[in-house]
Structures are given as C-alpha cells and as structure tokens.
C-alpha cells in the first residue's frame, strides 16, 4: 500500500473529472515517419494514433504475451475520436520521441477505443474512480502482465507544472517501482482486483419491496436541482442526459405532478433555443459548458440525438406544441443527412472541431454575417440569434485563436414576430455559406448499440409524425445491421462495423439497444418479422448474458477471456445501461408475446437493483422507467385486419399518438400473445381493441375513440 501512495502522489491532478471534452482528429506532421500496429486495426480513434512513434499494440493476446514473456507492465491508454484531452496528450506526449522510446523500453502499451470496447473501459474507469474519486478520459492505467490495474489516471501534462508531474516523470516513477518493488507491485494489483471485483459484485435485494412508493420518492428526488431560469439540472457544465427527464414525464402522468412536466417541457424548450442545438443545420451537440445551453462543446453523437429525438417525441404528444415535432425533423434530418452510410448504417459521432480549431464550422463573426446577407437580413438575424461583435465563445486554439466567434441561439425570439421570411432566407444563406467550409472530422464506424437507439427514435418519429420517409430509412437500418453485424446461423450480435469489416465483439448493450429499436420498429410496422427478430435477439441476449442465478445482465458473455472480471452496468448516465435498457424491452416484448421467461428476467433485474432504485435513483432513471412499466399490467392496443388499409393505418397512427408510455402496440399475427390471436376484425374492416389481461374494451374502427381508451 505504501508503494500505491507513492505512485498516487503523481495523481493529484485528478481534482475533478475530464470527461467527455472533445477535438477532431489531429493531423500528425510526421504521418510517414513511423507506422505501428494500430495500422491494422478499423478503429478511427486507433488509426488516428497509427503514426505515434509509440509502439502501440491493440487490446490483444499478442499485447498480453509480450508483457508476460518480457516481464513489463502494461501501459493501457483508452479514448475515443472526439475526445479534445486524448488528442491534446497525443500530440504532447504520444509524438514524443523521448515518450515513446521510454514507452517501448520499460512498457508494453495498449491502445483502446472505448466505444469498441466499452466492456474494458467500464472495468479500468471503474478503477481509477474508485482510487482518485474522479474520472474520464483519456484514461491511463497501468497493469500487470495479467491485466491487473496497479495505478492510473487521466491526463498528465508534457510538463511538471501547477504542482502536477509531467506523464515522462509518471513513467519513471512506475518503472522505477516497477523494478524495485515488482513483487510489492503484484500483490497489491491481486489486492486491488479482489476488492474491485467485491466492488462491482451485485447481490439480490430481496429485502427491498418497490412500490408506488418508490416511484414518488424517485420523481420528487429527480426535481430536485432544477435551474428554473435555464431549465435543466445543476450548474455548468450542462448535460442533456435524457433518460432523467422522460423518466420525470412518466412521473408526471403517473401521478398527475404538472409542475414536473413543465420543468421538462421548459427543458426542451431552452435547449433547442440554445448553441447546444444547431440553429443551422439541426442536431445537438454533447453537452454546454455554461449553464444556459449557450456554449456548446461542438461534438455530434449519435447516442445523444437518438435520445433527445425521443425526449422531444414525447414533450410533442404531451404538449401538442408543433415546435417540439420540428426539432424531431431537424434532428433526423441532420442525422440522414451527415451521419448516414449510403446502405443505411448511421455514424458515431462528428468531431468539435475542423482545421484545428473547435466550433469553426459553427461559429460566425459580425463581418461575416454582414457579408453574407442584405441589410434587412442582417439586422433581423443579429438580434434573433444574438450575435455581437465581441462575439460568446473564446476560441482557446494555440497559436492564433480566432477572434470575436458567436455561436448562434435563439435570444430573441420576439424579433422574428412577423419576419419569419427573413430569418429562413437567412438562414438558408448562412447554410449554404456554411457547407462551403471544411466539416469537422467524421467517426464513421457503425455500433449495434447506437444503432439501435437511432433505429428506434426513427421508427417511433416515423409514425408519431406520420412520416413515410422515417419509416423508410428504419427499414432501411435494420437490414443493414442484420446484414452485417448478425451472424443468423448462429443468433449473434457483434459490435462494430465499418470499412467492410465487423468485429468479434458481443456486448450486452448492443444486443439490448438493438432489440429496443425493433420493437419500436415492430410497435410502429406490426410486421410479423421485425417481431421474430426480436424474439431472436432476445433469445440471444438472455442466453449469453442473464445472471441466472443472481438476476441483471453482465456486459460480456462468458467466454470473453481478456477481460479480468465481469461486470453488471448500473448506470444510466450519457447512455442508459445495457441493464435498463434490456429490462424494459424484455417488459415489452413480454407484453406483446406473452413469454414468461422474458418477464421473469427483467423482473429478477429490477429486484438485483431495487437498493439502487430506492436509494440512488438518480443513478438510474431509465431502470426506473423500466419499473414503472412493470409495476402494472400495461395496455395492449391490438390492431386487427388490414392494418396497410386506410382504416388500419389510421388506427395505428392513432395508437402512437397519445403520450401512454405504458402500453404496447401489436397485431393479431405473427408470435403475438394467445389472447390477441383470437380478436377479430369487425365488419370486415380494420379494427382496434384495447385490452388489459383478457378484458377489452369495445371494438373500434374510430382513430379518436381509440386514444380515449388508451388515456
């Protein structure tokens, strides 16, 4: 232990948490001097590091051989494409011959794309949170030859300076440690990797009832920290975290709290006014780093558009404001138009920044504007978008940052009243001006998880919006994933695909948020297959990841021997967990087929995090969610006869157009639920039923009594 307090002293850095700052990709200037390992690989993050003097090695056994055969401590680095801080020490430290030559002598070093391999960065993050009380990335941590973490953090600087040592100086002191005390060194690590596996173990807590009780509790607990002036919760920087909010509407129908629905509703309505939200060309960027949604960190995911796409389908059908069913379009607009592969796959991410300096595709100074549009544009456009000749965002680029740069919100509304004209053709010109400039570096890798959650939210905007293009592009998606990522003979799901070629990685979350969009897909279609693929996805998932001993889903099946332990997500943070999501969608496939055995499953996970729920349920919103969808028997809208006539289409519209979070939508074809299967159409024509257990209510082909009864 003296030997980890030694080593922790070169950590006192770690104040506060460096997550999720972003940059494009850096051009390396010696690009042909040197090429390494990471050549071969598909990842854009790791080929961005293919030219480092470093001698990288991918997470393999080839990496985890020579550690052991040379007796050498592994240096792991893990980031993704857009992270500002991984390219800044990229470019400080992992260019740096010096860095690199003492990297190859004393160390083997790994380098990892967390977003492929999630399932090592939960498990080494969970780490260095646990030692530094804080996080993020890049993530830097040092192993044993057999994986074990020792040390770690996050960013070092080139330098010593501000009390922090530089990362050469935290190099020397690990290898130097490692040298003279490697057996102190080892079994602190086996030390260490006991208590982190105690640390992550999840046991039943039977001894914790849910109710009603424990949704309340959660809802007045969710609004607490609310920014009334701003909407959203806490101060900067500002998080759209989406699976908070939709829980908090749920919340509000359940318990009819109309004071939880305005603050999500105001939410919506101040992030899509803000710089967070792209004014000219759609879509949302990561996150705000002031409180009032204004200064964007520029980077597009495409987990975070999913998610608010579906935030602002349900404020739509709450609210009925067309202005929130306009962001829907706006979103997956951009997201078909920049974020799309020709076969129908949807990108990762698009980076903050462009020619080295962040926000310079979006950003505009006075000079330009007035260059661009007439005189009447201009002054229209400068006030509703608030643009000053100072301008809002610093630029903090080195050397020569780029001077009076304004993002552009809506910051007075009030000024389009009656000059709608005006600002559209603005902004018309401001977007053509705009594609002109060179765009922010594009991961263009393609993830079942992601894919999924974007697969839903535009299977869902589809009909909510009454939309065939949406639709389209859902159908569209699905046959790709399945053409590239399912092995259909065997039933399994890999992770990552792009340039021609699928990894061998499975992963829970990419099975569980898979099977979410298809049964949106399904809900939204009621075609007979998108339900037997859900089925089989299920089937999948449940074999290779439930617990069935304990309950909750591990994020690595069985047979993933790199990995030193297993471990159970509880966390819906940027993204919900692969627990969360899976348990509400085996609810809902439970619902729609009636198969126990998926009911079972995600009743024994919600029961293994029923102390979280109670406890921490800010920590899990879209579990919570999950739970409220258990905790009574959901509606069944069954449409039944042609549902492609216009009598059934309209119906279906109509089952999707109330805000009833706790229903489902199916068919009476296909593996749908016994009972279903013996409702008939009536006259002859498109009907619709709406049951709870075995009790329906009337027949009907009338769209408008059908949302009454699913109210």
């Not at 129908?253 to 710089?275: N, P, Q, S, Y």
């Not at 004014?279 to 980077?299: C, K, M, N, T």
Request: charged letters at 25%; aromatic letters at 10%; proline letters at 4%.
């Amino acid at each position: 232990m003296a030997l980890l307090l030694l080593l922790a002293a070169c950590h006192k850095e770690n104040t506060k948490p460096i997550s999720h700052m972003t940059a494009t990709t850096t051009t390396n200037a010696k690009a042909h001097q040197h090429t390494n390992r990471l050549a071969r690989e598909k990842s854009p993050y790791l080929l961005q590091h293919a030219h480092n003097p470093v001698d990288w090695f991918a997470w393999s056994d080839e990496a985890f051989e020579k550690a052991k055969r040379e007796n050498k401590p592994i240096f792991l680095s893990i980031g993704y494409s857009t992270c500002h801080w991984c390219h800044v020490m990229e470019r400080e430290s992992f260019e740096n011959e010096e860095v690199a030559n003492f990297l190859r002598k004393h160390f083997v070093s790994i380098k990892v794309d967390r977003e492929e391999r999630p399932d090592v960065d939960k498990i080494y993050m969970t780490f260095v949170q646990a030692m530094t009380s804080s996080g993020g990335w890049p993530l830097n941590v040092f192993l044993t030859p057999d994986r074990k973490p020792f040390f770690g953090g996050t960013y070092w600087p080139p330098e010593a300076k501000y009390g922090r040592p530089s990362f050469l100086q935290v190099l020397q002191q690990v290898a130097g440690a490692w040298q003279s005390k490697s057996k102190d060194i080892l079994n602190s690590a086996q030390s260490l990797s006991t208590q982190l596996a105690e640390m992550t173990e999840r046991s039943p807590s039977n001894r914790v009832t849910l109710n009603q009780g424990t949704l309340q509790n959660a809802g007045l607990r969710l609004k607490e920290g609310y920014d009334e002036k701003n909407g959203g919760w806490g101060n900067a920087p500002k998080f759209p975290s989406p699976s908070h909010p939709r829980f908090l509407l749920r919340y509000a129908a359940r318990f009819g709290d109309d004071e939880a629905k305005r603050m999500v509703l105001h939410t919506c309505d101040k992030m899509a006014a803000g710089g967070i939200y792209d004014q000219i060309g759609g879509g949302f960027s990561r996150y705000s780093v002031d409180a009032r949604w204004l200064v964007p960190h520029f980077e597009k995911m495409l987990y975070d558009n999913a998610q608010l796409a579906q935030l602002y389908l349900d404020a739509y059908l709450i609210s009925g404001e067309t202005r929130h069913a306009d962001v829907v379009r706006d979103v997956l607009r951009y997201v078909l138009r920049d974020m799309t592969h020709p076969d129908g796959g949807f990108y990762s991410a698009e980076d903050a920044d462009s020619e080295g300096k962040e926000g310079k595709f979006y950003c505009w100074t006075v000079a330009e504007l007035k260059q661009l549009l007439t005189a009447d544009e201009f002054a229209v456009a400068t006030n509703y978008f608030g643009v000053a000749d100072e301008g809002n965002f610093l630029d903090h680029s080195d050397p020569n940052p780029l001077p009076n740069q304004n993002v552009l919100s809506i910051a007075n509304a009030a000024a389009a009243k009656d000059k709608d004209d005006l600002i559209e053709s603005a902004k018309a010109k401001l977007s053509k001006e705009r594609a002109k400039r060179i765009r922010p570096g594009l991961d263009d890798k393609i993830l079942a998880s992601w894919n999924g959650l974007m697969l839903g939210a535009v299977s869902r905007a589809g009909i909510v919006l009454g939309d065939e293009t949406f639709q389209s592009v859902a159908e569209k998606n699905l046959k790709f994933i399945q053409a590239k990522l399912w092995d259909a003979k065997t039933e399994t799901l890999y992770h990552r695909w792009r340039d021609g070629q699928r990894d061998t990685t499975q992963l829970l979350e990419s099975y569980a948020f898979l099977l979410s969009g298809v049964i949106e897909l399904y809900e939204a279609t009621l075609k007979p297959e998108h339900l037997d693929f859900a089925i089989a996805l299920a089937e999948s998932l449940v074999e290779r990841f439930y617990d069935k001993e304990h309950g909750g889903f591990w994020q690595s099946t069985a047979d993933s021997k790199d990995l030193i332990l297993r471990v159970k997500d509880d966390y819906d943070g940027a993204e919900p967990s692969g627990n969360s999501v899976a348990a509400m969608s085996l609810l809902r496939l439970a619902a729609i087929t009636e198969r126990k055995d998926f009911r079972d499953a995600a009743d024994k996970t919600i029961q293994l995090f029923a102390d979280r729920l109670q406890q921490l349920p800010q920590a899990v919103p879209f579990m919570l969610a999950a739970f409220d969808f258990a905790s009574e028997e959901p509606r069944r809208a069954v449409i039944v006869g042609d549902v492609s006539s216009t009598g059934g289409k309209s119906l279906l519209c109509a089952a999707h157009a109330i805000y009833q979070p706790n229903k489902v939508v199916l068919s009476s074809e296909g593996a749908v639920e016994p009972f279903a299967k013996t409702l008939k159409p009536k006259d002859g024509k498109a009907t619709a039923y709406v049951c709870t257990g075995t009790a329906c209510q009337a027949p009907t082909h009338d769209a408008d009594t059908l949302k009454k009864s699913l109210r």
